[in-house]
């Protein structure tokens, strides 16, 4: 039993119990997988991609994963933001083969790693991605979030104050934490899904919440999926434009499965094994593009859950899964879900991205990672300011089109300082350790011969004085 956790990764909570953890677990994903057909439609200026589909290539990809990992991880994949400008531009330049081949390739590519490192070992990927990038990866991966929540809840700079919005956001926010670390018994691991439902209430008192997409949409109704050789076929000339992205997200994969296994308490990477959940990963994303869907990605939100909640049961992972693809079918529930604001997703998230970057300072903890070394504070201080800072490259040449920017940027500038930064000169510190080894040995036995002259003086002393004290006492009996 993992003494960190109520429920440990193979447990499953009473069915009851489980079905309201799957849905705070699909509450958790939602926002974030629905968020990325819109903003690739919006990049692209045409329908990409469906939210319906989003969602139904979540759930099978997340049972996809579960299955290559054995039911030893949980996980849950969501839609990826790291391609929604790759997605857009491939669209732009190849339609929706061009997009969807790449997502595709994506997922090659990720099975191919996944089998260096089943036949080779993941010793070289170890060396690539050690705690000193990992941690500041993890880090920006929250706060790189925070902006988002902050523009839920209405506190963005420039503006104007919406009372209404606020007071939603802050229900949210203040119930859920209030939920963490008051509540006891089964309330306390499901914050979030309390939060959220208490910022729903309040939003629909406050007259927030427009009912008419629920009222028009049908009860049942099928995901326009985009199937290979039926409504698209292979185009790789926007291959460039997506393959790139691969690299990103297998950091941030990596970072997310280390953030868990920090949470849980157990090594991800070792067990199930990197070359299993990279698999699972890659599987799971060419499908998604087989199917006309985003590609896939680990959800840090999810893993905020798990530790917010301390219940790491798989099952209840795949069961939201299942709840993932049902809801995809079902339109009243999807507009529903769809009118939960963004002010009450904000109050919540003000607690997930946090708790995301925390474990990201975690892990340069929990592997002491020496800060005292010059090296490792250039690597980890040139990540956190590009990776929040705003900066990005954009390469265009022809064809080509490639655009590195946030996170993706960190991850690669911090991949190659760590590989081509000279270490501290070793030589010299070497040399100055000697010399205070040499310099405390002589004190050391400068002090010793001292101690051992003053206790023979002291010794000499005192047994002179005992042998007057002696003489004395002779002499008084010899003169009795």
């Given at each position: 039993?993992?003494?960190?956790?109520?429920?440990?990764?193979?447990?499953?909570?009473?069915?009851g119990k489980s079905i309201i953890l799957a849905?705070?677990?699909?509450?958790a994903m939602f926002g974030a997988t629905i968020?990325?057909?819109?903003?690739?439609?919006?990049?692209?200026?045409?329908?990409?991609?469906?939210?319906?589909?989003?969602?139904?290539?979540?759930?099978?990809?997340?049972?996809?994963?579960?299955?290559?990992?054995?039911?030893?991880?949980?996980?849950?994949?969501?839609?990826?933001?790291?391609?929604?400008?790759?997605?857009?531009?491939?669209?732009?330049?190849?339609?929706?083969?061009?997009?969807?081949?790449?997502?595709?390739?994506?997922?090659?590519?990720?099975?191919?790693?996944?089998?260096?490192?089943?036949?080779?070992?993941?010793?070289?990927?170890?060396?690539?991605?050690?705690?000193?990038?990992?941690?500041?990866?993890?880090?920006?991966?929250?706060?790189?979030?925070?902006?988002?929540?902050?523009?839920?809840?209405?506190?963005?700079?420039?503006?104007?104050?919406?009372?209404?919005?606020?007071?939603?956001?802050?229900?949210?926010?203040?119930?859920?934490?209030?939920?963490?670390?008051?509540?006891?018994?089964?309330?306390?691991?499901?914050?979030?899904?309390?939060?959220?439902?208490?910022?729903?209430?309040?939003?629909?008192?406050?007259?927030?919440?427009?009912?008419?997409?629920?009222?028009?949409?049908?009860?049942?109704?099928?995901?326009?999926?985009?199937?290979?050789?039926?409504?698209?076929?292979?185009?790789?000339?926007?291959?460039?434009?997506?393959?790139?992205?691969?690299?990103?997200?297998?950091?941030?994969?990596?970072?997310?499965?280390?953030?868990?296994?920090?949470?849980?308490?157990?090594?991800?990477?070792?067990?199930?094994?990197?070359?299993?959940?990279?698999?699972?990963?890659?599987?799971?994303?060419?499908?998604?593009?087989?199917?006309?869907?985003?590609?896939?990605?680990?959800?840090?939100?999810?893993?905020?859950?798990?530790?917010?909640?301390?219940?790491?049961?798989?099952?209840?992972?795949?069961?939201?899964?299942?709840?993932?693809?049902?809801?995809?079918?079902?339109?009243?529930?999807?507009?529903?879900?769809?009118?939960?604001?963004?002010?009450?997703?904000?109050?919540?998230?003000?607690?997930?991205?946090?708790?995301?970057?925390?474990?990201?300072?975690?892990?340069?903890?929990?592997?002491?990672?020496?800060?005292?070394?010059?090296?490792?504070?250039?690597?980890?201080?040139?990540?956190?300011?590009?990776?929040?800072?705003?900066?990005?490259?954009?390469?265009?040449?022809?064809?080509?089109?490639?655009?590195?920017?946030?996170?993706?940027?960190?991850?690669?500038?911090?991949?190659?300082?760590?590989?081509?930064?000279?270490?501290?000169?070793?030589?010299?510190?070497?040399?100055?350790?000697?010399?205070?080894?040499?310099?405390?040995?002589?004190?050391?036995?400068?002090?010793?011969?001292?101690?051992?002259?003053?206790?023979?003086?002291?010794?000499?002393?005192?047994?002179?004085?005992?042998?007057?004290?002696?003489?004395?006492?002779?002499?008084?009996?010899?003169?009795?």
């Amino acid at each position: 039993m993992n003494k960190k956790m109520e429920y440990d990764t193979n447990e499953m909570p009473p069915i009851g119990k489980s079905i309201i953890l799957a849905f705070q677990h699909l509450f958790a994903m939602f926002g974030a997988t629905i968020l990325v057909p819109i903003l690739v439609n919006q990049a692209a200026g045409s329908e990409v991609l469906t939210i319906p589909v989003a969602l139904v290539t979540s759930g099978i990809g997340t049972l996809i994963y579960i299955l290559c990992t054995k039911g030893r991880s949980p996980v849950y994949l969501g839609s990826s933001f790291a391609f929604i400008t790759p997605i857009a531009a491939a669209y732009l330049k190849g339609g929706i083969s061009g997009a969807m081949t790449g997502v595709m390739v994506v997922g090659l590519i990720y099975i191919i790693i996944a089998l260096i490192i089943k036949f080779v070992g993941k010793d070289w990927l170890e060396k690539l991605l050690p705690p000193v990038v990992i941690g500041p990866m993890i880090m920006i991966i929250g706060l790189g979030l925070a902006p988002s929540a902050i523009s839920q809840i209405g506190l963005s700079s420039g503006t104007d104050l919406n009372i209404k919005v606020l007071i939603v956001a802050m229900v949210s926010f203040l119930v859920t934490a209030i939920v963490m670390t008051k509540a006891k018994g089964f309330f306390k691991i499901i914050p979030f899904l309390v939060g959220i439902i208490c910022g729903y209430i309040v939003a629909v008192c406050l007259g927030m919440i427009d009912f008419t997409p629920v009222k028009e949409a049908s009860f049942f109704s099928l995901p326009k999926f985009k199937i290979l050789f039926k409504d698209y076929s292979l185009n790789f000339s926007a291959l460039i434009t997506i393959a790139p992205i691969a690299l990103v997200t297998l950091c941030e994969h990596i970072g997310d499965h280390t953030s868990l296994g920090n949470i849980i308490g157990k090594d991800l990477i070792k067990n199930p094994g990197l070359d299993r959940t990279l698999l699972g990963d890659g599987i799971a994303t060419f499908v998604a593009g087989f199917l006309g869907g985003p590609a896939n990605t680990t959800y840090g939100e999810n893993t905020s859950v798990v530790g917010m909640t301390k219940v790491a049961s798989v099952k209840v992972i795949g069961l939201a899964g299942i709840f993932a693809i049902i809801i995809g079918f079902l339109g009243k529930f999807t507009a529903l879900i769809s009118t939960i604001p963004s002010a009450v997703l904000g109050g919540v998230s003000l607690l997930l991205y946090g708790f995301i970057a925390v474990n990201g300072l975690k892990v340069l903890i929990k592997n002491k990672v020496d800060f005292e070394n010059s090296k490792n504070i250039i690597v980890a201080s040139s990540m956190l300011v590009l990776g929040l800072g705003g900066a990005a490259i954009s390469i265009t040449k022809g064809d080509l089109s490639l655009v590195i920017s946030g996170m993706s940027l960190a991850s690669i500038v911090g991949i190659l300082l760590n590989i081509f930064l000279p270490k501290e000169n070793e030589t010299e510190v070497a040399t100055l350790v000697e010399k205070e080894v040499k310099t405390s040995k002589t004190d050391m036995l400068k002090l010793k011969k001292d101690i051992k002259d003053e206790l023979t003086v002291e010794l000499k002393e005192d047994i002179l004085e005992a042998i007057k004290d002696e003489m004395s006492t002779y002499k008084k009996k010899g003169k009795k």
